[in-house]
């Protein structure tokens, strides 16, 4: 439509460029947006395993992936329902370290994130690897909290947040890319904000 | 685990130009638009559309609104509008919208939490989150075994309950939390266990709608009555204004 809504001005506030187009500041709250009953998963059976086109499969435990080391993510994540949320910090295992482990194969070009709720989530292989995607199980210094996938979910901020898989079990290396739950219902596969990739065709 | 099963879902459409043909004033915070949409754009019981608002310097805001109408054929959709405060959309849409105006929606959205009205379903809803859970119970009451879904929902206080005339039969249960009403069957009080356990069956997909605590809440009690976690399908409401 090329005209604009009459009568709506609009309450903009002085424009931040952390924001993507077509989203606004949810400020000091966090949306829960879930499709499932959140799990109750216990870190002394928690697994987090890459399989599929790698030289190692590999499957951590909750003591196994922290020994790994911590990194940090400090900076803003954006979901598709047009919040955003600012200047937030996560703490995991950054997938780089991860997959440096598992080795995948030449013919390696995507992922599907696996989760302990059945939920799937594809990714070329280029947005988790060069520092920016990680393993994360603290936010704002603090555990992960459930709700938000705890203990440990996929953080891809540069990506729209439902590829940020919560309560993430694993990731399968695959040679094509493979639509996963939101994917296969209409969702875009890549899911850029800054290009507003919130649907297929977009 | 996530069950798979579930309906075909229509693609998402475009963004079209609809027209406000109605405007029904359901509960002092809630009203429900009802929008012609140039071209029809099929949607299932659950699912939801996009409001983008645009002001005359390019600036827009958009927010996701579930339909409350079933599928009917028709090129018109029903949305149903919460009015949030300070909400920079819904304020818009209670305070300024008329009759006639133009307005730009695009969906359907969300192909999860649907509903296709041919196996049994149990919609568990609270506040507001009954709209899409509507959808599903217009469309159970339009089959002809209207059995198939029975509603329970949630509410603070009678006059917060939106659809109020649809709200009664063998199909529907009200449970207020605040306040009943003078010929309530049960006292005012959170949702329990024995409010949802009559309606468990184990062959029905069940549908909760509403605020992170209310899902959180109901999903629980669901479970301790008995109900499979991949049977249980949620959409949660956050405060989007």
């Known amino acids: 439509m090329s005209g604009f809504t009459r009568g709506f001005l609009g309450r903009r506030k002085p424009s931040d460029p952390r924001l993507p187009p077509g989203q606004y500041d949810t400020g000091r709250s966090w949306p829960v947006l879930t499709a499932e009953v959140t799990p109750k998963l ?28 911590a990194d940090t993510y400090r900076g803003d994540i954006h979901c598709v329902t047009t919040w955003s949320k600012l200047d937030m910090t996560f703490t995991g295992i950054s997938v780089d370290t991860l997959l440096a482990i598992a080795k995948p194969q030449p013919s390696a070009t995507h992922v599907l994130a696996t989760c302990h709720t059945g939920y799937t989530t594809n990714l070329p292989l280029a947005d988790v690897t060069g520092g920016k995607a990680w393993v994360a199980w603290e936010v704002d210094g603090a555990p992960l909290p ?6 440990a979910r996929l953080l891809v901020p540069h990506l729209y947040f439902w590829k940020s898989a919560k309560w993430v079990s694993g990731l399968r290396v695959l040679d094509h890319d493979e639509p996963g739950f939101w994917e296969e219902r209409g969702y875009h596969d890549r899911g850029d904000p800054w290009l507003e990739q919130r649907y297929q065709g977009d | 685990m996530i069950d798979d099963a579930g309906p075909e879902v229509p693609a998402v459409g475009p ?14 915070r809630v009203k429900t638009l009802r929008i012609a949409l140039p071209v029809a754009a099929p949607h299932l019981a659950g699912q939801h559309f996009l409001v983008r608002l645009t002001a005359p310097d390019g600036y827009t805001a958009q927010r996701s609104y579930s339909v409350a109408s079933p599928p009917d054929g028709t090129a018109e959709i029903e949305l149903t509008i919460e009015r949030l405060t300070d909400g ?5 849409l209670h305070d300024e919208l008329v009759v ?7 969906g359907p959205i969300g192909g999860w939490f649907v509903w296709s009205g041919t196996t049994p379903a149990l919609l568990v809803g609270g506040g507001s989150g009954v709209v899409p859970l509507v959808a599903m119970l217009r469309l159970a009451r339009r089959t002809p075994n209207q059995a198939l879904a029975h509603l329970v929902v949630s509410v603070r206080t009678p006059e917060d309950l939106i659809y109020a005339s649809e709200m009664s039969g063998p199909d529907v249960t009200v449970i207020h939390t605040r306040t009943q009403p003078p010929d309530g069957p049960r006292p005012a009080g959170r949702i329990a266990v024995d409010d949802l356990a009559p309606f468990v ?41």
């Open chain 2, 100 to 106: 006639g105006d133009a307005l730009e929606v695009r």
């Open chain 1, 42 to 69: 216990d870190t002394a059976e928690w697994t987090f395993g890459i399989d599929g086109l790698v030289e190692q499969p590999v499957s951590w435990t909750w003591d196994e992936i922290h020994a790994l080391g």
């Open chain 2, 15 to 28: 963004w079209q130009a609809g027209t406000v043909v109605d405007i029904r004033t359901e509960t002092p």
């Open chain 2, 201 to 241: 069956r184990p062959d029905a997909t069940t549908f909760i709608c509403g605020s992170t605590g209310f899902a959180e809440a109901a999903s629980n009690l669901l479970v301790d009555a008995g109900v499979a976690t991949p049977t249980i399908r949620v959409e949660r409401f956050g405060p989007t204004g």
């Open chain 2, 88 to 92: 920079e959309v819904s304020g818009f």
């Open chain 1, 146 to 151: 459930r709700e938000h996938g705890g203990p």
